[in-house]
C-alpha cells in the first residue's frame, strides 16, 4: 500500500503564516545584494548604458548609491534571518557583521570628493578604497550566505545536494 502524502504542515500539525512572508523578504534581500553589488562595481546594470553614458559623474554617483543600498540590504537580511541562525557562534558572526557594516557605513563620505574645475564640478571616488569594501562586503556576503544554508534558509537541510557529483553522474 503506497504512503498517502502529507504536506509539511499537516506532518508537523502547526501552521506557520509568517513562513511564506519571511522566505519572500530574505529572498528579496539576497537579489538586492547582487543587483546592488554588480550596479556598485559598474555603475549600470547592462552593457548598454555601461557603454553609452558618457558622464563620469552620473556613473560615479550611481556607484556610491548602490553601495549604499547594497549596504542596507545586507543589514536588512541579517536582522530579517538571525532569528533562524542555529549555532552561537552565527549569531554572534552576524553581530559582527552588523557592528562592520555601521562603521562601513559611517565612512562612506571618504570614497567621494568634489573638485571644481573651470565652472565645472568633478566627483572623483577613490578606487583604492572602494575595492576595499567590495571586497570586504563579499567576503561577508559569501559568510552569510553560507551561514544562511548551513540553517537550512536557503536549502533545506535534507535537500542539500553535491551539485558536481550530480552533473558528473549525468
Do not use: C
Not at 536588512?76 to 552588523?98: A, G
Amino acid at each position: 500500500m503506497e504512503k498517502e502524502y502529507k504536506r509539511p504542515e499537516e506532518e508537523s500539525k502547526t501552521w506557520n503564516v509568517s513562513q511564506g512572508y519571511t522566505h519572500q523578504l530574505i529572498l528579496k534581500r539576497i537579489m538586492n545584494i547582487e543587483k546592488y553589488r554588480e550596479l556598485s562595481i559598474f555603475g549600470f546594470a547592462n552593457l548598454e548604458a555601461d557603454l553609452f553614458v558618457q558622464n563620469p559623474n552620473l556613473r560615479i554617483e550611481a556607484r556610491i548609491q548602490a553601495l549604499k543600498r547594497l549596504i542596507d540590504s545586507m543589514k536588512s537580511l541579517i536582522y530579517f534571518s538571525k532569528f533562524s541562525l542555529k549555532e552561537k557562534e552565527q549569531n554572534e558572526k552576524f553581530d559582527e557583521h552588523l557592528k562592520r557594516l555601521l562603521k562601513i557605513e559611517k565612512n562612506l563620505y571618504r570614497l567621494k570628493s568634489e573638485i571644481k574645475s573651470k565652472g565645472k564640478i568633478n566627483i572623483q571616488i577613490n578606487e583604492d578604497l572602494f575595492d576595499n569594501i567590495i571586497s570586504e562586503l563579499s567576503g561577508m556576503i559569501d559568510n552569510i550566505i553560507q551561514n544562511l544554508n548551513a540553517s537550512g534558509i536557503i536549502f533545506r537541510r535534507e535537500e542539500v545536494k553535491d551539485y558536481a557529483k550530480s552533473i558528473t553522474d549525468m
